[in-house]
């Protein structure tokens, strides 16, 4: 059943947005734009102002300066129950002694909306738990209360829903099966979706956008794919997925690439991949990108060679092995080798070259305080 004609996303503004709390700055200046019908996620460790942004779109604080507009109009003074946004939370707050239609009509019953339950039956339809429609919320499962929580949400019709760490209570395998239905719900109805996540696998699943947040302020922001594929900066490097970074003096360069020397090893990265080009630079690259070899190779110019090393420690985690290759003068080297049969080497303490394409490599905007190769 497709919603979209009684739903309708509104795009989102921050301006400027400041909040300052006794002591300290929870959210800097922040500007940003979110296009009506996407699913954005808000993604950052504990303390970096994504739960204060949430908060201050839903009207629970007021910022120290600066404008919210949702749809083009101006809300930053507008009280929360006069806004067009609805929260999921990551307790789902159904009332007990209520019917899970009964729970999912309760707002609409408190501003008298004609038709209830008939609303409420939608909702559900939406959600897939129609038949689930007399239980009471002790009955379902933690997804099943999820879903409730959501059509609670929905069926008021909101501009904009504001989802904040709303899987954080499912276990793994729930929580992975509720994000392929959160994102399938939110394209039927073409609402516009702000998530607030610290987990870097949930953003990356979902959202079409993802800005990623540190100290009260927007990192980087893009899409997922780009985001690690790309990273600007250390903490974004490492906080998305893991990163091995390498510091050197750029000490090289050609029309297409610049190089770093590394411990007297020659890493290079490609111009368009690197937002700095002179002086002291961290180059990295994904441990998935690397490979190691057991023997010396011959590359040409479009690799970059390491090496030689020990692998120190090996860990299994089901779809790949984890090495870790400590290389003199270096550092430590993390390489993901897929589980495709047979493993490469599979024992501690041999003796390996660490390899991967130039293309493959990034250069970020500043330099990370620890470091491979610093």
């Known amino acids: ?177 509720m994000q392929i239905e959160l994102k399938a719900i939110q394209v039927e109805v073409g609402l516009t979706f702000l998530h607030v996540t610290h987990d870097q696998e949930e953003a990356m699943d979902m959202a079409d956008t993802v800005a990623v ?22 903490f974004v490097a490492k906080f998305l997925g893991q990163s091995n970074l390498f510091i050197g003096n750029v000490e090289d360069e050609n029309a297409n690439t610049i190089s770093i020397n590394v411990a007297g090893n020659k890493i290079s990265v490609p111009k368009a991949r690197a937002e700095k080009h002179k002086g002291k630079i961290a180059i990295g690259v994904r441990p998935e990108k690397a490979f190691f070899h057991e023997e010396e190779p011959k590359l040409g110019a479009g690799y970059n060679l390491i090496g030689p090393g020990e692998i120190i420690d090996i860990r299994f985690t089901g779809v790949s092995n984890q090495y870790l290759i400590d290389i003199p003068k270096i550092g430590e080297i993390t390489v993901f080798a897929q589980n495709i049969g047979k493993s490469p080497v599979t024992q501690v303490g041999q003796k390996v070259w660490v390899s991967w394409k130039v293309e493959h490599s990034f250069g970020l905007s500043d330099l990370p305080e620890k470091t491979t190769g610093a």
């Open 1 to 177: 059943m497709n919603q979209n004609s009684t739903f309708s996303g509104a795009d989102l503004e921050l301006i400027d947005v400041r909040k300052e709390f006794p002591g300290f700055t929870a959210l800097e200046d922040m500007d940003l734009k979110i296009p009506a019908g996407q699913f954005f996620a808000l993604l950052g460790p504990s303390g970096c102002g994504k739960t204060t942004t949430l908060r201050l779109i839903a009207g629970l604080d007021e910022p120290t300066k600066g404008k919210i507009l949702l749809g083009g109009k101006d809300i930053t003074n507008t009280k929360p129950h006069e806004r067009p946004i609805n929260t999921v939370f990551q307790s789902y707050a159904l009332f007990p002694h209520m019917s899970v239609l009964e729970n999912v009509a309760f707002g609409l019953r408190q501003r008298k909306v004609a038709d209830p339950l008939a609303k409420a039956a939608d909702a559900l339809k939406l959600v897939q738990l129609e038949h689930l429609s007399a239980r009471r919320p002790q009955q379902l499962s933690g997804g099943q209360q999820q879903r409730v929580a959501l059509a609670r949400a929905l069926v008021n019709r909101p501009s904009l829903l504001l989802l904040d760490e709303p899987l954080g209570a499912l276990d793994l395998k729930l929580r992975r099966e």
């Open 213 to 234: 947040m540190n100290k009260g302020r927007i990192e980087q922001m893009g899409a997922p794919e780009a985001l690690y594929d790309r990273p600007k900066t250390a």
